[in-house]
């Protein structure tokens, strides 16, 4: 666990919770991309135990309650974004436990207790993958299924500038700006700041999960429909969605 970026992460996402509010979110799983109303994922979820590692605004959660979910959990290094997913579910009538701290570190979260964990756009902030992996088996009960979004590597590796941290495409071509193989951790510029993440490859999520104790039930890299067929949008993240996936998606069941 580096908590120096931990801490520069943390800071970040405390001062711009609000420019998030209610970004990336079930039923969305990421950026053009398909969404639980193409997988059904949660399709058992009435009545569970759920627990959703950087909760953010809240938006996930609700969206679980209302499909009957019986139990919200959520966690986030961010007390400003649980202040405001704190706000959103009371609101609604929910009143989840939520709790402050990183992913990668003891918080109080019971060992044995979750019918679903869940990720969306959040996992891939971890600074110790295999260690938070294994923390997330903990928390399921035996067969509780484990799913996460992030963005897919070749996402952060082709046309993407690491100046501006916008999308670039050269004469309608995607051309790679980092290897694949660099999982070192690298700065982004987002807003009025940087943040800190490693881009790490398909087969160390897999490997990490396996030491963990899960087993993939699915993986998903699909852009959406929408995305594949639309003719008029030329902007250089359409045309890499045309041609790479931009997120992908896990659901894992613990043994």
């Known amino acids: 666990m580096d908590e120096r970026i931990i801490e ?3 800071e970040y996402w405390d001062d711009h919770a609000d420019l998030w509010f209610g970004a990336t979110a079930l039923p969305k799983y990421g950026v053009k991309f398909v ?3 193409d997988l059904h994922f949660f399709s058992e979820v009435k009545g ?3 627990l959703e590692i950087c909760c953010g605004s809240g938006h996930s959660l609700k969206y679980l ?8 959990w959520g966690l986030d290094l961010s007390q400003k974004q649980l202040d405001n997913a704190k706000k959103l579910l009371n609101e609604c009538g929910c009143y989840p436990k939520l709790i402050c701290a990183p992913m990668e570190a003891e918080s109080g979260i019971p060992q044995g207790y979750f019918d679903y964990v869940y ?3 959040g996992i891939g902030w971890t600074t110790d993958l295999a260690g938070t992996f294994k923390r997330i088996a903990s928390y399921l009960k035996k067969d509780g299924i484990f799913i996460f979004s992030w963005g897919h590597p070749l996402h952060y590796c082709a046309a ?3 100046e501006t941290g916008e999308d670039e495409v050269e004469n309608g071509k995607v051309v790679f700006s980092r290897s694949y193989f660099d999982e070192s951790y690298f700065k982004m510029p987002v807003h009025d700041t940087t943040v800190t993440f490693a881009n790490r490859k398909i ?3 897999v490997n990490a999960l396996y030491d963990a104790g899960f087993i993939i ?3 998903v890299e699909q852009t959406d429909e929408l995305s594949m067929s639309d003719t008029k949008d030329n902007s250089p993240k359409a045309i890499k969605a045309k041609m790479l996936p931009l997120s992908m998606c896990f659901k894992c069941r613990k043994l």
Do not use: F, P, Q
């Open 35 to 37: 969404t639980e109303g």
């Open 119 to 121: 990720s969306i756009y």
């Open 160 to 162: 993407k500038s690491y």
């Open 217 to 219: 039930e699915r993986m």
């Open 48 to 50: 569970k135990k759920v």
């Open 8 to 10: 520069t992460n943390k």
């Open 203 to 205: 087969s160390t999520y």
């Open 65 to 72: 309650a209302e499909k009957g979910a019986g139990e919200l």
